[in-house]
């Protein structure tokens, strides 16, 4: 079993950025993708950023260029860092845990809502 706790999340104007954070724990492998993922009402989750445990990143088309990745192996922490926030990155953002590239996610955290509004 992992877990996976989010923080970072809030009330932003557009333009405005936020730090999202993961702390991963427990059953964690020496190979691994952390990642994020967000959601809006009534829309499936949908990918924005990954990261494996050597660095290796890649990031959804829609926030290329505003979003970063990164991540911090010995705190098992991962990171997204948001700029230039438009409303439609509104969502709640949610931690994930895969236990390769490429597979789907096995293990999902709480989610925390993102609010991009003037």
């Known amino acids: 079993q992992v877990q996976l706790v989010e923080s970072g999340g809030g009330l932003v104007q557009p333009g405005g950025s936020l730090r999202l954070s993961c702390a991963a724990s427990g059953s964690i492998g020496r190979t691994n993708v952390l990642g994020w993922y967000r959601q809006t009402p009534g829309k499936e989750r949908e990918f924005v950023a990954q990261i494996t445990n050597d660095g290796g990143a890649n990031l959804a088309g829609s926030v290329k260029g505003r979003f970063t990745i990164d991540r911090h192996n010995a705190e098992n922490t991962v990171y997204l860092q948001m700029n230039r926030l438009k409303s439609e990155d509104t969502a709640v953002y949610y931690c994930?845990?895969?236990?390769?590239?490429?597979?789907?996610?096995?293990?999902w955290g709480q989610g925390t809502q993102v609010t991009v509004s003037s």
């Open positions: 994930s845990y895969a236990s390769r590239f490429g597979s789907r996610p096995e293990y």
